[in-house]
């Protein structure tokens, strides 16, 4: 997704540019329904989707890599990965299957525990479906489905699923992107976890972003956690492009006592 998201920059900056009508009503809406969400006790991404898709018939691979600094000391869960001092990632795998439709998996997910141990923790499939050159659209959207396959240590379920619409506008060098995912263990509607991202850019140039992302996890719709057991993390991210390959790179701070303080991020990728 890195990729597509830098590809999307470069390819709206000069149309964007262009236009001067606003859109900071939506942008305000964006922002409301994106109130703070926090990340899991660890998770092998951590990236808002943009709606880019890969181009029909090629395939990218993007490295994602997460390291907590300073985060939780005790596991989600009993037998559960510690955050702090672990070092969490995956490769995923795409392929552009037509102009609004993306297939992709995540092989392997992967943990390098402050023990300095390597766990395998399972794998996802994905269907990314986005209105076709949602890169140069003023407003976008479009929906993304994975069902993962889970090791004991890395989920109490073993079969997990996300559903995460991506909604989306322009206007001149900003983005205003909102993804409100909805996570299960397939055990019922009213145990749907939300989990919403936002993410607000600038685009200084075709191929150099900054960018404000939001994560947090109000926690089951049918009980939401209280303000203090909800996690909300605020990252500073910058995106750059470059001709082999695509980066971004953030810093992630913890804005309450459920989330972990300091994470780091990195996203490396490639189109062959």
């Known amino acids: 997704m890195a990729n597509r998201l830098v590809q999307a920059s470069r390819t709206h900056y000069y ?42 018939g090629k395939a990218n691979l993007t490295i994602h890599t997460n390291y907590t600094p300073d985060g939780r000391t005790v596991a989600g869960f009993p037998g559960g990965i510690v955050p702090q001092g672990s070092v969490n990632g995956t490769l995923e795998w795409a392929y552009g299957v037509t102009d609004w ?11 390098f525990t402050r023990d300095r141990k390597l766990e395998l923790d399972g794998a996802k499939l994905r269907a990314l479906f986005a209105v076709p050159h949602a890169d140069t659209r003023r407003f976008f959207y479009g929906v993304n489905f994975e069902l993962s ?39 019922g509607f009213s145990r749907l976890d939300f989990a919403p991202s936002l993410r607000v850019a600038y685009n200084r140039s075709p191929t150099f972003a900054l960018a404000a992302e939001h994560y947090a996890d109000f926690g089951q719709l049918h009980h939401f956690e209280s303000g203090a057991g909800q996690e909300h993390n605020l990252f500073g991210v910058a995106d750059f492009s470059r001709p082999l390959f695509d980066l971004e790179a953030g810093i992630g ?20």
């Open 15 to 56: 149309l964007a540019m262009k236009n001067g009508q606003s859109v900071w009503r939506l942008a305000l809406i964006l922002a409301v329904l994106a109130a703070p969400h926090p990340l899991r006790a660890q998770t092998d991404e951590i990236q808002v989707y943009t709606g880019g898709l890969e181009t029909p």
């Open 253 to 272: 701070f913890g804005l309450t006592k459920a989330s972990d303080k300091l994470v780091l991020k990195t996203i490396v990728s490639h189109t062959f």
């Open 101 to 111: 439709f993306e297939a992709g998996t995540y092989l392997p997910v992967y943990t």
């Open 149 to 187: 396959f889970n090791a004991k240590h890395w989920d109490q379920s073993r079969q997990s699923g996300e559903i995460r619409p991506i909604v989306g506008a322009r206007s001149g060098p900003w983005d205003f992107i909102l993804n409100p995912i909805l996570d299960t263990s397939f055990d």
